[in-house]
C-alpha cells in the first residue's frame, strides 16, 4: 500500500523518559543572564525548560496536530511523511510547501487553513489550493535519506509523490530555507508538472560564486551574506562538516536540543529580541518534541553534510539543470524584512524567471509561522494567473 493514513501518537514510555530527563537538567553555573548575544539565554532556558516539565501538554498538542490528515508514502524507497488538507473551491490548485531547518511541517500549521479554504477567511474561493506538506527525509515522521548526497534527490521525491502517488499532473510548489532549495530542483528537473515556485528566498549556495559583474545591491548582499557566515554560521559548518557529534549530544539531551533550536527562532524571526512575541512556548515546545520524540536531529543535519561535500561534478549537473528548468519556470518572491538574508531582486534574476516580487513590512524567516495571512495572499495573487 503506498499511501496510507497516519496518525501521530507518541508512546507514554517515550514521554515518561522525556520527563525523567527534564527533572535531571543540570544546567552550566551562570549569572542568570538574559541576554541571548552568546547564544540561548540561560534564563529563558530554565524558565522555558521547568515549563516544559511542569505545564505543556504533549497530548494536547498531539490532538491539533491530527486534525489535518496525515499519510505515509514509500517513494523511491523513501517513507515519507505528509499532510494533504483538500481545498474547498470550485477548482482548487495543487500546491506543495517545503519547510526548512530547524522547524518541521508545523511551520506551515497556521497557514494551510487559509490556502485550502480562503472563503472562510475573507478571499475568494476560486484561489483554493489541495495543500501537500512533506517531512523532509530525515526530518520529523519521515523516513532516513537513503544515502549521502540524496537531499539533491528530494525534488524528485516531491515530484514522484504529487504525480504518481497524488495524481496531480501539474502543480506548484512554495518553500524557505531548505524548502526554496528543494523547490528550485524539482522546478529545474521537472518543468513540465511545475506550473510555477513561490520562494521566501534565494537559495544561499547560489552565492558560492560570486558575479564579475554584481551591482551595487548584490555587492551589498553578498557582503551581508559573508558577515552572517561569520557571526552566525558557526551552526552550519559544525552540521556540515561534524554533525555525528553534535547529534550525538543533542539525541540525549533535551536542556540542550532545546537550546540549539530556539536559539535560531529568536535570531531569525521579527521579534525585536522578544521570542515569544512571536512564538507561543506552546509552538517552540512543539516544534523541538517533533524532532526529540522521532529522535531526528542528526539526519536533520544531512542537508548541510550533503552541501558541504558535493564535489565538482555535482554543481556541474547542478548548472546543466539551471539552464534547462528553473530559468523557464515562472518563480514569485515573498521577501520578509527579518529573514536572514534580503536579495535584491537582480540576484534572483540570475537563477529564476521571477515574475512577482514583493518586499513585505515585517516576518523573518519563518514566514508562514509568523505572518501566515501575509504569505497566503501572496500566494494566492502569484499564482491565480498560472492556474490550468
Not at 219 to 247: C, D, S, V
Request: with cysteine; charged share 25%.
Amino acid at each position: 500500500m503506498a499511501v496510507r493514513p497516519f496518525e501521530v501518537k507518541i508512546t507514554q514510555a517515550t514521554l515518561d523518559d522525556l520527563n525523567e530527563r527534564l527533572a535531571r537538567t543540570r544546567l552550566p553555573p551562570s549569572d542568570a543572564a538574559t541576554t541571548w548575544e552568546a547564544g540561548t539565554s540561560p534564563a529563558y532556558l530554565e524558565q522555558l525548560l521547568h515549563y516544559w516539565r511542569a505545564d505543556y501538554d504533549w497530548r494536547a498538542e498531539e490532538a491539533r496536530i491530527n486534525r489535518f490528515a496525515h499519510f505515509l508514502a514509500d517513494v523511491a524507497g523513501t517513507t515519507l511523511h505528509f499532510i494533504h488538507e483538500r481545498g474547498a473551491g470550485p477548482a482548487p490548485l495543487p500546491l506543495v510547501l517545503t519547510h526548512g531547518y530547524p522547524d518541521s511541517f508545523l511551520r506551515f500549521q497556521k497557514l494551510i487553513p487559509l490556502l485550502t479554504d480562503p472563503a472562510a477567511h475573507g478571499a475568494d474561493a476560486r484561489d483554493a489550493f489541495h495543500v501537500v506538506v512533506p517531512s523532509l527525509p530525515g526530518y520529523g515522521f519521515s523516513g532516513q535519506p537513503r544515502r549521502t548526497g540524496g537531499t539533491f534527490d528530494i525534488g524528485n521525491l516531491w515530484h514522484e509523490l504529487m504525480t504518481r502517488e497524488l495524481e496531480y499532473p501539474l502543480f506548484g510548489a512554495h518553500g524557505g530555507d531548505w524548502g526554496s532549495t528543494v523547490t528550485e530542483l524539482m522546478a529545474r528537473s521537472h518543468s513540465a508538472s511545475v506550473l510555477g515556485i513561490h520562494l521566501t528566498d534565494v537559495p544561499f549556495w547560489h552565492a558560492f560564486q560570486q558575479p564579475d559583474d554584481a551591482s551595487p545591491d548584490e555587492r551589498e548582499f553578498l557582503k551581508h551574506n559573508q558577515e552572517f557566515l561569520l557571526g552566525e554560521g558557526a551552526y552550519a559548518m559544525i552540521q556540515g562538516t561534524r554533525p555525528q557529534t553534535l547529534a550525538d549530544s543533542l539525541n540525549d539531551s533535551p536542556a540542550g536540543l532545546a537550546a540549539w533550536i530556539i536559539e535560531k527562532f529568536q535570531r531569525w524571526s521579527d521579534c525585536n529580541g522578544d521570542v515569544e512575541s512571536r512564538f507561543s512556548k506552546d509552538e517552540l515546545l512543539t516544534n523541538v518534541m517533533i524532532y526529540w520524540v522521532t529522535e531526528s536531529i542528526g539526519s536533520s543535519f544531512q542537508p548541510y553534510y550533503d552541501l558541504v561535500n558535493a564535489g565538482a561534478p555535482r554543481w556541474i549537473i547542478q548548472k546543466a539543470k539551471e539552464w534547462l528548468g528553473s530559468s523557464a519556470v515562472p518563480a514569485g518572491f515573498a521577501l520578509f524584512p527579518k529573514d536572514i538574508g534580503r536579495p535584491p531582486r537582480r540576484w534572483a534574476e540570475r537563477f529564476f524567471n521571477v515574475q512577482r516580487w514583493t518586499e513585505l513590512p515585517r516576518g523573518g524567516h519563518f514566514a508562514a509561522f509568523e505572518e501566515p495571512e501575509l504569505l497566503a495572499r501572496e500566494l494566492r495573487e502569484f499564482f491565480r494567473p498560472l492556474r490550468p
